[in-house]
């Protein structure tokens, strides 16, 4: 990719020269080398005003030749950056490269002169397609990572433009780069080559000092830069202008034999390559991202770029009118006073104007009342900033992504960089349209987005997705596409080849899932059949209980989506009656792990039989399962205590009996551990753990009295578990029990008769009569969802 450079130098050899009217022109024997800082505002308005000077018949760029076809785009009305040139591997998507651009690269500002005055300009770096193929060769290294050497190479390495400021006595890389660059004034300049030449003087310098600063690979792009230039002399002549990274100005303007430099380039593997254009982010061009050519303020520089005057008083604008959109009291005389204590603070600083760290704590002591939460706020939106590029249609794309663009557009489904919450309802045909998409995509491990809990209704007709589109996301469009042209055509692809490849029961089952919230007709027989066959195979009951969840959500999302969920049905009442048969032994003789993992299984398989088709004959087994598992005093305390509290939540355990299990799991003769786990069964892991306790104080009088009879010695062994049950509460629901226990629970094994106050707060018993007001309310909603 690009590389991290610093500064800017001068060709050798050239000479400007004062044309007729006193305008300043380039002439010379050698090409104009104009060294640049990658994402510079500074280098881009000097290059500019460079080309304006000089007029070159040709203009090269550092950058990968694959991309030159591609270069016409740029001058398209619709092509808005930041946006980068990808380039990927044929053969494997996955091996791919981004030159990111922004509206402030010097590279972009010299591709845009070029095409604006019809003049010819080429990418010269080395070509993707040696790069690709390279970069899993240890020998070139990565020109973003730290090589191995000596600590100046290694800090060189990391930023050369360090090196110059720490000779210059600054700390700060940065602002040392505003002070000589980007404050030079935006006025005209006498000679807009010298800024080339001098730094340029300062870079050959370093280059002389460090060599290539560890960068192996370095040579050998340079080198393909020298043979690129050689060609281009030979057929415009002298009057050629390069735009590369100040670090190379020194070997481009060193003499070299062309053969020699041939020699370097001679047997460099290869692949073939697709490029195209792609929108970029400010984010992805900061360097905090691990882009290794990245700057740390990318909108403050786009702003230094884009304000044609008074950028500080335009800055200040801006960070008030953020602050006000998120509520804050920002007015007129917050910006004026922030604008002068900036100025005065650069003054104090002996800086020539304010720059991004005077700004930022003006605006901190002004606008945000010395807090950082309102200026880490100004830091993510503005100062980096959530820009997103655009790219034209007719920029070349993989089948996959167009597919992709045209679904996009025809559900109205735009990407966008900034995290939002979609809400889908699936009976509206855009809605259930979405829904399927980013299923698919998800299949094909594109995740633009990711489920996520609704605020709103949870029924099975309504989806929550958290959507980011992230520049990243073009490759693996571009990896997906070896599946099919379409994303369906992929998606099922990927799912038939998943359903031969997994081995793991769970796997399947979770695959068919995905295949009926995608609809995946064609794929799902596929997996269906993969699915029956790993089932009769395993004889794990965890691995059945595992599966079993998602079967059953899938035949409730299949009902949703009117899909033939037959077949699914059989396997999932298969794998429901194995599991009655092998839980109970299963759970006997675990320890503490394997009784916590087979508990969440035992929570599983209830829900799930609840969603099977009816049975009365399964739901029967169920039940005797789950008296098994509450009375056999071999199965550890947390299963028991849970399969009593299941049986009670369905009505199939009277209170009485459920009361007398407690007492005899927290009877004098249990362990404390075992009782506590017992507890933690019944009550914790639920939301009406505790509002059972609330409700119901023969339970509570049975916990309160065997806590208080837990010996001194065993009391440290329970604490863990009781708090980690009771800590899972509602702070209400705590606080509730409290209050009950500070005034005394009724005695344990009484309970209120009717007629009798009982529990302040309680009756005796369920008011049938004011439970049946709420039925009419209740039939609303639930035709209102259409259920």
Same mark, same amino acid.
């Given at each position: 990719m690009t590389t991290a450079v610093t500064t800017a130098g001068h060709g050798a050899g050239t000479a400007p020269v004062t044309a007729p009217g006193g305008e300043k022109r380039w002439q010379g024997r050698e090409p104009l080398v104009l060294g640049v800082r990658h994402h510079g505002p500074g280098s881009a308005r000097a290059v500019r005003a460079a080309l304006d000077a000089a007029m070159p018949r040709a203009v090269l760029i550092e950058g990968p030749p694959e991309g030159d076809s591609l270069l016409p785009l740029a001058a398209d009305e619709s092509m808005v950056p930041p946006v980068a040139l990808l380039a990927h591997a044929v053969d494997d998507p996955g091996?791919?490269?981004?030159? +990111?651009?922004?509206?402030?690269?010097?590279?972009?500002?010299?591709?845009r002169w070029a095409l604006a005055h019809e003049v010819p300009v080429r990418f010269i770096d080395l070509p993707a397609a040696h790069s690709l193929a390279a970069a899993s060769d240890p020998t070139w290294g990565d020109e973003d990572e730290a090589h191995p050497g000596s600590t100046d190479e290694a800090a060189l390495r990391?930023?050369?433009?360090? =090196?110059?400021?720490?000779?210059?006595?600054?700390?700060?890389?940065?602002r040392w780069w505003e002070d000589v660059i980007e404050h030079r004034g935006g006025g005209a300049v006498a000679d807009p080559f010298a800024p080339f030449a001098v730094l340029g003087e300062a870079m050959a310098a370093l280059r002389e000092e460090y060599g290539h600063g560890g960068r192996d690979r370095d040579l050998v792009r340079e080198a393909h830069m020298r043979v690129q230039l050689y060609a281009a002399r030979k057929e415009f002549g002298h009057e050629v202008a390069v735009v590369c990274g100040a670090w190379h100005v020194p070997a481009l303007t060193t003499k070299s034999t062309v053969t020699a430099d041939r020699a370097l380039l001679k047997g460099l593997p290869k692949v073939k390559t697709e490029t195209t254009w792609v929108p970029w982010t400010h984010r992805r061009l900061a360097r905090r991202t691990g882009y290794g050519a990245g700057i740390d303020s990318p909108g403050w520089y786009a702003h230094l770029f884009g304000a044609p005057d008074r950028p500080v008083e335009r800055w200040m604008t801006k960070v008030a009118g953020l602050l006000r959109d998120e509520d804050r009291f920002v007015s007129s005389a917050h910006v004026i006073e922030a604008v002068r204590l900036a100025d005065t603070l650069a003054a104090m600083r002996g800086r020539p104007l304010a720059g991004l760290s005077e700004t930022t704590d003006a605006i901190r002591a002004v606008m945000c009342d010395g807090s950082e939460v309102p200026l880490e706020l100004v830091r993510d939106r503005l100062i980096i900033g959530d820009v997103l590029g655009e790219v034209p249609e007719s920029a070349p794309a993989v089948p996959l992504q167009r597919d992709l663009a045209r679904l996009q557009r025809s559900l109205r489904l735009k990407p966008e960089l900034l995290e939002r919450e979609l809400e889908l309802d699936l009976r509206k045909e855009t809605d259930s349209g979405r829904s399927r998409l980013l299923h698919r995509l998800r299949l094909l491990s594109v995740d633009w987005g990711a489920p996520a809990a609704g605020r709103g209704s949870t029924g099975t007709f309504r989806e929550t997705w958290r959507l980011r589109w992230e520049p990243e996301l073009f490759v693996k469009v571009a990896e997906a596409g070896i599946w099919g042209t379409t994303v369906l055509a992929?998606?099922?692809?990927?799912?038939?080849?998943?359903?031969?490849?997994? #081995?793991? @029961?769970?796997?399947? #089952?979770? @695959?068919?899932?995905?295949?009926?919230?995608?609809?995946?007709?064609?794929?799902?027989?596929?997996?269906?059949?993969?699915?029956?066959?790993?089932?009769?195979?395993d004889a794990d009951v965890g691995h059945l209980a595992q599966a079993l969840p998602a079967l059953a959500r899938s035949l409730r999302y299949g009902d949703v989506r009117s899909t033939d969920t037959a077949a699914l049905g059989e396997v999932a009442t298969g794998l429901a009656e194995r599991i009655c048969v092998g839980l109970p032994p299963a759970c006997v003789g675990l320890d503490a792990d394997g009784a916590a993992e087979m508990r969440g299984h035992l929570d599983g398989v209830h829900t799930a039989v609840g969603l099977l088709p009816e049975s009365e004959e399964l739901s029967a087994r169920w039940t005797e399962v789950l008296r098994k598992l509450a009375v056999r005093d071999t199965v550890p305390g947390v299963i028991r205590g849970r399969?009593?509290?299941?049986?009670?939540?369905?009505?199939?355990?009277?209170?009485?009996?459920?009361?007398? @299990?407690?007492?005899?799991?927290?009877? +004098?003769?249990?362990?404390? =551990?075992?009782?506590?786990?017992?507890?933690?069964?019944?009550?914790?892991? #639920?939301?009406?753990?505790?509002?059972?306790?609330?409700?119901?104080?023969?339970?509570?009088? @049975?916990?309160?009295?065997?806590? =208080?009879?837990?010996?001194?010695?065993?009391? #440290?062994?329970v604490l863990p578990l009781l708090r980690r049950?009771?800590?899972?509460?509602?702070?209400?629901?705590?606080?509730?029990?409290?209050?009950?226990?500070?005034?005394?629970?009724?005695a344990p094994g009484t309970a209120p008769t009717a007629g009798e106050s009982g529990v302040p707060g309680f009756g005796a018993g369920i008011d049938e009569a004011r439970a049946d007001s709420v039925l009419p309310v209740l039939r609303l909603i639930l035709e209102g969802e259409h259920v």
């Open positions: 091996r791919a490269a981004f030159w +990111p651009m922004a509206a402030f690269s010097p590279e972009w500002v010299a591709i990391i930023d050369p433009l360090a =090196v110059l400021a720490d000779a210059a006595g600054y700390d700060d890389p940065e992929a998606a099922t692809a990927r799912a038939e080849s998943d359903a031969a490849s997994v #081995t793991a @029961l769970a796997e399947v #089952t979770a @695959l068919a899932e995905r295949c009926l919230l995608a609809e995946l007709p064609d794929a799902l027989p596929v997996v269906m059949k993969a699915l029956a066959d790993r089932a009769a195979l399969a009593a509290r299941l049986l009670l939540d369905d009505g199939r355990l009277e209170e009485d009996e459920a009361a007398r @299990l407690m007492g005899l799991a927290l009877s +004098p003769g249990t362990p404390p =551990v075992d009782a506590a786990a017992w507890i933690e069964g019944f009550v914790g892991g #639920t939301a009406g753990g505790g509002m059972l306790l609330v409700h119901d104080e023969r339970l509570l009088g @049975l916990v309160d009295a065997w806590l =208080v009879s837990v010996p001194g010695d065993a009391f #440290t062994d049950t009771f800590s899972a509460y509602e702070p209400g629901v705590r606080r509730t029990l409290g209050e009950l226990v500070r005034r005394g629970p009724a």
